[in-house]
């Protein structure tokens, strides 16, 4: 039985080292060219999502997360989402913009992932939210995928291929909610 299950274990690691290798390619051209996952791919494309999840951590908890509750469909986790970096210069010059009442709400954007906020945030709002008495900056923090290519770290991920996953209805895309308490 021990066997069967390092047998087991070292196929699945197999399969994701070609899936982040080469599958994904060939599931982001079908995909764009308007065909259908086989089921072969649409599992391997399932089983790279876990390891986003399961192996994300070490890049960023919250968005691992995320990726967890994408694929168990859960919309209030109880490990709560962090923001990594609170006095990251993107967020200090959006809270200036909401402080100097410039706009109501400002959406926050990178080029590249190149740290924990950018691959947590980016495409996500933040605005100013009183509650009982408090002032919260409150993050908007969508969880849909986009079609494209990303990196993370040097590896390339298609987005293309997790948001043919959501179409179809095998991972939700919940929005989470982050709160930080303004500082007087």
């Known amino acids: 039985m021990k066997k069967i299950i390092i047998l087991f274990l070292i196929l699945l690691g197999i ?17 764009n060219s308007g065909q259908e996952l086989n089921t072969y791919e649409t599992f391997s494309a399932l089983e790279g999502h876990c390891a986003l999840w399961m192996f994300g951590w070490v890049v960023e908890p919250s968005t691992a997360t995320i990726c967890f509750c994408k694929q168990f469909n859960i919309h209030n986790p109880i490990i709560g989402i962090r923001i990594p970096n609170t006095n990251d210069p993107k967020l200090i010059q959006a809270k200036n913009i909401l402080s100097s009442n410039k706009a109501k709400k400002v959406k926050l954007t990178w080029n590249k992932y190149t740290n924990r906020n950018s691959i947590l945030l980016n495409g996500s709002t933040i605005q100013k939210f009183w509650d009982d008495g408090t ?35 095998y991972l939700s895309s919940p929005c989470f909610y982050e709160y930080e308490l303004i500082k007087q």
């Open 15 to 31: 399969n994701q080292a070609l899936y982040f290798t080469k599958v994904q390619f060939v599931c982001d051209k079908k995909i």
């Open 135 to 169: 002032w919260y900056y409150m993050y908007e923090i969508p969880s849909d995928y986009k079609p494209g290519m990303i990196s993370i770290y040097g590896l390339s991920i298609s987005e293309t291929v997790f948001d043919y996953l959501e179409n179809k209805g």
